[in-house]
């Protein structure tokens, strides 16, 4: 049963365009959400981050976007870079002791 | 490099050997985490320690898999009489305590994982 959907298993953008990764959860208890990316036989890299008090958090090219209503948070990353590609994940934060339950991962390619 | 850092990078054993990987936590983080990650899955929590007391250990943690923490830096993840489906990456994540790290954004820092393959 997975509490952290990432429901497209990958993603195909035009290098200088804007990718959209998507994610929902199923528990409105959970406060904080993250994205972290992963290259192969790497550990995952943070990225940004957002807590349930904001609608949108910035970093560069990267843009997190949370509707608590619907559950749903989406990363934006505009301009798009070959280098951007690699597995996305959108753990949330499970309490106060930082437990992250993640999804499957989107794959997205960036393709020049 | 003051990132975390797990070794061996990978490991190939036959099943029923023993194994065991290191994690070197960032130095100032209190907080230290291993987590599991199988082909085509998300990284799945197994145990999260701060300072030198265990303090979670998911179900998937069978009998045969023991992590410590002796001193509050470094841990050990040992697993025994391995089997093939615990054939996985094992990654360590650490962080500094609270809900937010020194920069705001609660992330906790990954290693680069040990790859485990059973035979």
């Known amino acids: 049963d997975q509490q952290v959907k990432q429901n497209s298993p990958s993603l195909s953008v035009q290098e200088g365009r804007i990718s959209i990764l998507n994610c929902d959860y199923t528990?409105?208890?959970?406060?904080?959400f993250l994205w972290y990316k992963k290259y192969p036989a790497e550990g995952p890299t943070f990225l940004i981050s957002?807590?349930?008090i904001k609608d949108k958090n910035e970093d560069g090219r990267f843009t997190v976007f949370l509707n608590k209503s619907a559950k749903h948070l989406s990363l934006h990353i505009v301009p798009s870079q070959p280098g951007d590609s690699a597995v996305y994940f959108c753990?949330?934060?499970?309490?106060?002791?930082?437990?992250?339950?993640w999804g499957l991962g989107t794959s997205l390619a960036v393709n020049p | 490099d003051t990132g975390v850092s797990q070794n061996p990078r990978h490991k190939i054993t036959k099943r029923g050997q023993n194994v065991t990987f290191r994690c070197d936590p960032i130095?100032?983080?209190?907080?230290l985490y291993w987590y599991r990650q199988t082909l085509g899955q998300g990284p799945e929590f197994l145990t999260y320690?701060?300072?030198?007391?265990?303090?979670?250990k998911s179900r998937l943690l069978s009998d045969r898999f023991s992590a410590e923490r002796p001193k509050g830096s470094f841990s050990t993840l040992e697993i025994q009489r391995t089997e093939q489906g615990d054939s996985a990456m094992y990654l360590c994540?650490?962080?500094?305590?609270?809900?937010?790290?020194?920069?705001?954004?609660?992330?906790?820092?990954f290693g680069e994982g040990s790859r485990l393959t059973v035979l």
């Open positions: 957002i807590s349930s």
């Open positions: 320690f701060q300072n030198e007391a265990q303090l979670e």
């Open positions: 130095s100032e983080h209190n907080r």
């Open positions: 994540a650490s962080s500094s305590g609270g809900l937010a790290g020194p920069s705001g954004t609660g992330e906790l820092f």
């Open positions: 528990n409105s208890m959970f406060d904080y």
């Open positions: 753990p949330v934060n499970a309490g106060n002791n930082r437990k992250l339950i």
